[in-house]
């Protein structure tokens, strides 16, 4: 089974809302341009339904050829599905998603899933991981945004 986890936060004022967030599946069995397909179908209706103004995507960096293939054409599959909703996308690596949400870049996975549930006050850290992972780049897009923003207003005054 392939797995995407995917999260919708919204921003008020200071507050961060868990709107939505989960994964999507895929058998195992099925074929390559088949899971692509109910990979995009899933994330239209994801789009359709919580109606983001924007989405961030990671960029994956793989050891594995193989992984490296599958994973750059799911993501590929999301990208498509938000270009074909009009929305705008942002990348950013495991790297900046780290810094962002915890302030330090080589952060273990438990410490990025733990600031997710305290910075969603949350009662628990999402599950499966793959949401969890989702959530942290929602809130890693969140911030940059807010940054971008504070040094736009900087620079204009």
């Known amino acids: 089974m392939a797995v995407?986890?995917?999260?919708?936060?919204?921003?008020?004022?200071?507050?961060?809302?868990?709107?939505d967030y989960g994964v999507v599946t895929t058998p195992a069995s099925a074929r390559p341009a088949q899971r692509l397909r109910t990979l995009y179908h899933s994330l239209l209706a994801i789009i359709e339904s919580q109606q983001p103004s924007e989405v961030a995507v990671e960029l994956?960096?793989?050891?594995?050829?193989?992984?490296?293939?599958?994973?750059?054409?799911?993501?590929?599959?999301?990208?498509?599905?938000?270009?074909?909703?009009?929305?705008p996308v942002a990348e950013y690596t495991?790297?900046?998603?780290k810094q962002m949400v915890s302030g330090y870049g080589r952060g273990s996975k438990q410490q990025i899933q733990e600031m997710v549930r305290l910075l969603l006050g949350l009662d628990l850290v999402p599950q499966p991981d793959d949401a969890a992972d989702a959530l942290a780049v929602a809130i890693c897009h969140i911030g940059q945004s807010r940054l971008s923003k504070l040094l736009a207003a900087q620079d204009e005054e």
């Not at 995407?4 to 709107?19: H, N, S």
């Not at 960096?61 to 590929?76: D, M, P």
């Open 4 to 19: 995407m986890g995917y999260g919708v936060v919204e921003a008020k004022d200071q507050e961060l809302i868990p709107i």
């Open 60 to 87: 994956f960096v793989a050891r594995n050829l193989r992984t490296a293939l599958v994973v750059g054409q799911a993501r590929g599959v999301a990208l498509l599905a938000a270009a074909n909703k009009g929305l």
């Open 94 to 97: 495991p790297l900046q998603v």
